[in-house]
Every structure is written in C-alpha cells, then in structure tokens.
C-alpha cells in the first residue's frame, strides 16, 4: 500500500502529520509496539529535518507484509558532508529553529538507531533523498 | 482472547431514546446505534463516563452495589475520597458528615488519601529506578490506564506499577484491622466512588488478581442520604475544624495533586479526556521530550469532575484548595502531620504496593494476522473514499472511517450511509423501500413513521 505525503518548509506545527498517521496504520496492522516506536522516530526525524532545512519535500511510504518502505525527498540546502550531519551533536540547524525546541543535533543518528536499513544521498544546492526500512518482526500466530 | 471486559457503565434499553449523544462524543468509538439503541462495544469502552454526561434521558447508569450489602459484615469500613467532603457547604464541618456516616451504619470511616504520603515516597523512588522509560505516568486513573492499553499500545511500558491510593488505603486499612484480632471475613471495605472507572477497577482490576475492596458505593447516592440526616440537625456554626489529612494528600486527587508534589525533572498534569488523547498522540510520536513524570486524568477537575459527584466541580476543587490555604495557616503544632505509618506497616506496603504486568489490549488492530490486516486496510480506505467524510452519524456510527472499519469487519452494511445511498437511487441501484428499511433497521420504526413521531419523542 502507498501512501503520498507533502511536506513543507518552515511549518513546524504541521511536523508530525505524517508520522501520525503511519502510527496509526500499523497500529491496524497489529505490528508488533516496538517496530511501530521505531519507524515513527525515524520518520519524525526525517520529517522535521525536511520542515527544518528545505523549501518543500514529498515522503512516500510502501506499507508491505513483513516492512515498511519509506522514502522522502526534499528540494533544499543538501548535506555536504553527510559522515560528519551523522555525528552526535552535529547541527546546522539557526538559532530560531533550536529555540523551538528543534535542531539538537541528534536527528540523523537518532533515524540510524531506529531504522534498520537508512540511506541518505544528497546533492548540495538541491536537495536530499532518504530511505529508511523497517522490518516487522514475525508475530506468534494465533493458536484460534 | 475473546475475554470481554466489565464495565460499570450500562445502556438501559428501556430509556434509550437512541439519540446517538453517547456516540458522538466517545473518545473510543465504542458506542453504534442499532434498532435505535446505543450499543457498547465492550472491549472498547474505557468508563471514562463521557456518554453518561451527555445522555439527555439518563438511560446510561453506573452500577453499584446495594448499600445494605454493608451489614453482611460486622466491621463496616468506608472508604472515603477528599473529594466527598469538597461536595458540602464549607459551613459543614468533616465531623458531621463522619457522624452521618456511622448513622447510616458504618463502624469506621477511613480517608482514601491516608495512604498517599507514602505512596508519594514509591513513586519518587519508582521514578529514579526507571529513568530509562521517561516520561513514567501515573497509574492513578483507572480511565486513563485502559486508555492506554487501548488506543496507545506502545505506551503501556511507562505506566508507573504501584497500586492507586484506594488500593494502599484499602491494604493498610485490612492489615490494621487483622492486627486488632477482627476476623477479615467479618470486614467489609465499601468505597465511596466518584467515577465509573473506579467501580471497573475494583471489579476488574489491571495489573492484580483482585481487589481487597468489598463493594462500591456511588458518590451521589451516599451525598443525598449523608445531607438528609445533616440537614435535620441544628448548625453549630463553630470555626472550621482542621481535616485530618496532610495538605498533599487532601489535593492529591484534584489536578496538579501529583505531579506538585513529584519533583524530579518535568512534571507535567492534563486533565480531561480529550486534552490527554491529543498529548499521548504527540507523544507516542517522540514529538515531546524531556518530561519526567506524566499526571493523567480522565476528568476535567480531575476527580472533582467525576460523573457521581454531585457537586460543581469548579466550586469542589476551590473547597478542597481553601481548606488546605486553613490548614498551612496553622502553627505547626496544631497542623496534621498525616496518618504515620510505623516502620512495620511501611515496610509490609513496600512489599504489596507493586501491580504485576499491565498488557496492551488493541483496538486499532484489523486482525492479529498482518497480511489479513493489510487486505482489511486496503478496504477500509478503498471504502473510505466512496464516503462524505461528513461524519453525521446517519449511518450508527461515529464517523465516515469508524463505518468503513465497520463494513470491513462485517458489522456493518456500506447502504447504511445516507449519502450512498441517495448515490446508488440516482443510478436505481437501490429503491426507496429498501433505504428506508435500513433506516429503520437503524433507527427503528419510531423515528421513520409519520405516527409515531407525531406522538413526540418522550423524554
């Protein structure tokens, strides 16, 4: 199942929307508490990084039987370096962003815990792509 | 699996006027209308109470014991929330109405709150040995904890495993007893509810085997028989008596009582059903950070706002608040210093406050198989597009995606929607007779009969 998603720049009371509602969706699909706190970070990081640093972006979720496909592309800045956006406490996020509480510097390696499978390619002075899969882990059939 | 849960709430058929009220504003989706009755849906409702509010025609009722279960026992102990004295005229002293109490046939009356200094001390020492699970929230709301065991799954983990204030009263108070040599089968521990959520949690409590409490008695019954027998003596009009609780326990269950007093990190309190639902989502997302300690309440006011308390709410908090401003303008030789434990009562608490495992019970999921989840979900927004989005609860159910989950699950029929339906006439796939005969499968003949409704609805 695909889901469509457009996100814009500068709009942090609508970062969220996305997550929110990919929260719900495996919530439906009774994946397992855990895989659905993890894919819901990593998105919410990715999010806000598109919300934080580019113009505008789209997110594309693939929902399948077993994992959970996400793709966002975004139209911005870029990453030059993305080894070093990947360090701890690296960030260059304004001043304005961290006020609100954004722009710690923990995004890029708070997605790499908690997704199992993240690629990130950028293009400095257009934008960035990232991929991030999350597998379900295989429930107990029900004995009924 | 297939367990279905108690509730203390129940729809009284007979009264329903099938308004649909209780459906729109459940915060679960619990509530459909068939044969123009409001039907629970049991394993979603959380006895929050909110339906109960609302009903215009008191068809939703709270069940209770039949209060002359009290002389089963020789020992007859109430059970006594802050909030019950918050209900009286601040003229009316805590003695009289304890005094009321022992006329209407109890032996000992014992405040919930006795127990919350040194719940508040498990709770600090909770906190700081679980800082991995932040922010940890407070089990003291029945309502909120099945809230999160429905509609938040992956928060159950952070809910605090210690036992609610009426629980550690309740152990205490059987403990002392025994300790006087006063058999436990002769002892009969009757709570003086506020709420629905808390009669559920007696009979079908989360995290335990079962309650020590007895039987529950519901707060606006026990306020109109307590203010008949004070209102037929003389007032005194002496100057207020000092209540016999310390200022933390009174307020304990009015909103900000915990999270006051919980001074590690942030603590944060919300209050009302719908403000907590809106914050849990937002957390669930990992959007809010940094909070240590969360006080959740079902109620506005907190249990101030409880559907059996008689009382304003608003007016029952500033009662509750004034007389703990009284209390701290005593010197501290006349202040309460709260009912002490001894070293040995303490210690044989610490042993039994903890609740065992508190599970996740889903009702978001479609199905417990993901790939036969996937097919229904496919559906439900294949269907979801055929329908107004206009969520008018023609149909029985709350909203357009609550009867496209319905339809899914084979609860329900697509023709209930009265926009399909009007479609599907356009293009004479459907004939009059037929949508209104499931009109009235929904609603039944009194709302789609010329007769019946000239006779009036009757409330």
Sequence with gaps: MFFEYSIEGGNFAQAGSTSSQVKKNLKQLNVDGSVIKRTVVALYEAEVNIVAHAFRGTIIVEIMEDKIHILLNDEGPGIPDIGKAMEIGFSTASPEVREMGFGAGMGLSNMKNNSDELHISSKVGQGTRVEITNYFQAKPVSLQ | MNKVFYHALKFREDLCIGCSHCMNVCPTEAVRVWHGKAQLHANRCIDCGECYRVCPVGAITVEQDDFDNIYHYTTRIALLPSVFTGQFPASIQPSEIRQALFELGFTHVVEVEEGVEFLSEQILKYISEHSDRKPLISSFCPAIVRLIQVKFPTLVDHIIRLKAPVDVTALHTINSIKEKGIPSEQTGLFYITPCAAKIAAVREPVGEQQSLITGVINMNYLYNRVWKIISKQKRQGNRPEPCALTTKSLCWSLTHGESDHVKIGKSLAIDEINNVIEFLEKLENDEIKGIDFLELRACDE?????????????????????????????????????????????????????????????????DDNVAEAMVKMKRIYELRRLLPQVDCGICGAPTCSALSEDVVQGQADIRQCIFVQRIMEQNEKLDTAESVRIMREIWSNSKLDKNSLKEGTKF
């Excluded at chain 2, 304003?312 to 009662?319: D, G, Q, V």
């Excluded at chain 2, 007389?323 to 006349?334: D, F, G, H, K, M």
């Design chain 2, 302 to 366: 907190s249990c101030a706002g409880g559907i059996l308390c008689p009382g304003n709410r608003f007016l029952t908090a500033s009662k509750m608040r004034e007389a703990v401003l009284r209390q701290e303008s005593l010197s501290p030789s006349e202040r309460v210093n709260g009912m002490l434990f001894t070293p040995e009562q303490t210690a044989f608490l610490q042993q039994h406050v903890h609740l065992g495992a508190i599970h996740p019970r889903s009702i978001m999921k479609l």
